[in-house]
């Protein structure tokens, strides 16, 4: 075994902080690593945070960590948001708050860039989740923001995903009916103390309504004030309970096998992408076709068939 | 030619609508279509529009459509936002504005799906553009929402791309110094008759006094206040003012062949993935080799070479 494998394996922080940068930068030892570490996974509970701008996912993931802390429970964060205060886009109150965990040896923060030109959710966050996994953290926080793919993406990855609303910001609710409402596992309505909270839980209570109505476990609606550490015991009681309810029903296998499938995906699409408009032996040859349809010599979709016609069996 | 196809650049809506949902069915169909629009299409001039929620994206996009009609334009919508007024997720307010639009026989409206399993941009957006440009639309407008990567894709199909801001929302600020700020071809501050506006364009400025300090062009900060139909004017002066910048420097044709190579790149991601992940001939190795992965017994990096030497020459 690797060297690298065997420091992470033991939960080392500069070898987790180099494999993962190892990873990111798709050094050809990280393959050789992650296949060390692979049985050794399998052990965290994955939590997603979801929610728009604002809605203060980070700080509840400061105070949930500060509360595992106590439980003696190691955390790893990843943050795949480029405005969230754990990639450095803090006021400065936040950044203050954020300071306690970064210094804490139990807890181990990575924000990732979303991802780059060829598709896909951040690709190496399945690589850090593993990371972490294996080096023996208990807790992995996935941290997403705004509408779109990667908040859909990440109950993919995640055993239980926390989708966070705030009362008073209408576009809340507007992007629950929109499409996401079916990733939640629980509702966290955070600033509970804001004008409106009531209004706001019986609006996603009506929703839990409409969705769960024919399934065994109805989604809980939980309300925190993160600033001031409120709701923060329930809420980590519901996170607890639905593992429980994961284990049981045996949906937590279920959900692994989600992740490993698009993780699959993830490292197939980017090997072969890679492969077509990186490696010498075709870039001249899409470069040449990409000419040719600018000049309506070809069309895209015939294009696309001859490079497809060069690489497969 | 298919009698579709010769349709379609007649501009009959009916064909139009047929040709779309055969291409979001990815039916083998739309692929010839496709092949026979293709050298008819590069005459449109496509707007991307970007900005948060309640920024007021949708209204902008009616009220310059408005305009653009009025000069005799025709124009194509692209709405790939599940929150848009667009793809029905409106206020009543907005509907009734939106209802002169969805009246008119010049304007063609189509809301798209955030992207599927296997990653990528709504595929079928590139399809769209070319549908839309190909049956001689003047304008194409594409609307994003979010921060993510659907807001950076976006320049790859856009010649012109707006970001919208809106005063008091410091949301904003933070999304454009988190990286967006780049992509941005004009400026809008919407909703100018709100508090703090002088703040949010001195803002805005001294990002771009930055980020264009060594460029020729200065991104233009244009106020609106769409809902009063104000600054509009300006906007579409602006818009031209920035089409004939792109001629006259030839960026119109760099851009075009980013369009190309970028489609190029979705049709084949989704040809191999459908490959691999749907069609039997591998699906049943790939279940295997996934559960492998489940249960340790290999890793998701050797699985993937598994697969993927399966297929290659």
Redesign the interface.
């Known amino acids: 075994m690797n060297e690298i494998s065997s420091k992470v394996l033991k939960g080392d922080s500069r070898s987790i902080a180099r494999l993962i940068t190892l990873s990111e930068n798709n050094d050809p030892k990280a393959?050789m690593i992650?296949?060390d570490i692979?049985?050794y996974?399998?052990n965290a509970h994955v939590i997603g945070i979801t929610g728009?701008?604002?809605s203060g996912k980070s700080t509840l993931i400061s105070e949930l960590s500060r509360a595992y802390r106590e439980q003696g429970k190691t955390i790893g964060i990843i943050a795949i948001?480029?405005?969230s205060p754990f990639?450095g886009?803090a006021l400065l109150g936040d950044r203050i708050r954020m300071m306690e965990l970064t210094m804490d040896k139990g807890v181990f923060i990575r924000s990732l860039g979303?991802?780059g030109?060829?598709?896909?959710?951040a690709s190496s966050v399945?690589d850090v989740v593993e990371i972490f996994d294996a080096s023996g953290k208990d807790i992995i926080f996935v941290e997403t923001?705004?509408?779109?793919?990667?908040e859909?993406d990440i109950i993919k990855i995640a055993d239980t995903t926390l989708v966070i609303i705030v009362p008073g910001l209408g576009?809340s609710i507007?992007?629950l009916?929109?499409?996401i409402m079916e990733i939640a596992d629980i509702y966290v309505v955070n600033k509970a103390d804001r004008d409106g909270v009531e209004q706001t839980v019986a609006e996603v209570q009506s929703l839990v309504d409409i969705v769960c109505s024919d399934k065994e476990r109805k989604t809980p609606i939980i309300q925190t004030i993160s600033k001031e550490s409120k709701g923060i015991t329930e809420l980590i009681n519901e996170i607890e309970k639905h593992k429980n309810f994961l284990i049981e029903t045996k949906e937590l296998?279920k959900n692994?096998?989600v992740r490993?499938?698009s993780?699959?995906?993830?490292?197939?699409?980017k090997?072969?992408?890679n492969?077509?408009?990186d490696e010498s032996k075709f870039k001249d040859k899409?470069e040449l076709?990409?000419?040719k349809?600018?000049q309506?010599e070809i069309?895209?979709?015939?294009?696309?068939d001859e490079?497809?016609g060069?690489?497969?069996?």
């Open positions: 393959k992650m296949k692979h049985p996974t399998g728009v701008m604002g948001d480029p405005t990639s886009g979303t991802r030109m060829l598709g896909g959710l399945y923001v705004g509408v779109g793919q990667a859909v576009d507007q992007t009916k929109a499409g296998q692994r096998r490993y499938e993780e699959l995906v993830e490292i197939i699409r090997r072969l992408m492969l077509i408009f899409v076709l990409i000419n349809i600018s309506k069309d895209p979709y015939s294009a696309a490079i497809i060069k690489i497969l069996k």
